[in-house]
Nanobody
Framework: QVQLAESGGGLVQAGASLRLSCATS????????VGWFRQAPGKEREFVAA???NQDRVVKGRFTISKDNAKKTVFLLIDSLKPEDTAVYYC???????????????????WGQGTQVTVSS
């Protein structure tokens, strides 16, 4: 069972940047695709970014995703935060999915508990 733990969320002002972290209990993320999703109150969980085994990336908008295998951590950098970015941000991992499924939340087997990001105007 792969365990994931997100951190780095908090209350920030609009326009700021924030870096979220996703750490794993596994030896590394080398063999996993890691995705970030977010869920705002009353809305469905939506895809934000993903990074694959070979550092290939699929990203939406103002997000930057990176992976540090030595630290067993995947980072999500969010620039120019807006109030509509307010949500719980989740990381997810899976060892089998292909790039065409990176944005599909149903393709991931392992999920963290999420970290809250609140952006004030």
């Amino acid at each position: 069972q792969v365990q994931l733990a997100e951190s780095g969320g908090g209350l920030v002002q609009a326009g700021a940047s924030l870096r979220l972290s996703c750490a794993t209990s596994e030896g590394s993320f080398r063999n996993y695709v890691v995705g970030w999703f977010r869920q705002a109150p009353g809305k469905e969980r939506e895809f934000v970014a993903a990074i694959g085994r070979n550092q290939d990336r699929v990203v939406k908008g103002r997000f930057t995703i990176s992976k540090d295998n030595a630290k067993k951590t995947v980072f999500l950098l969010i620039d120019s935060l807006k109030p509509e970015d307010t949500a719980v941000y989740y990381c997810a991992a899976d060892s089998r999915i292909i790039v065409s499924s990176y944005s599909n939340r149903n393709a991931y087997d392992y999920w963290g508990q999420g970290t809250q990001v609140t952006v004030s105007s």
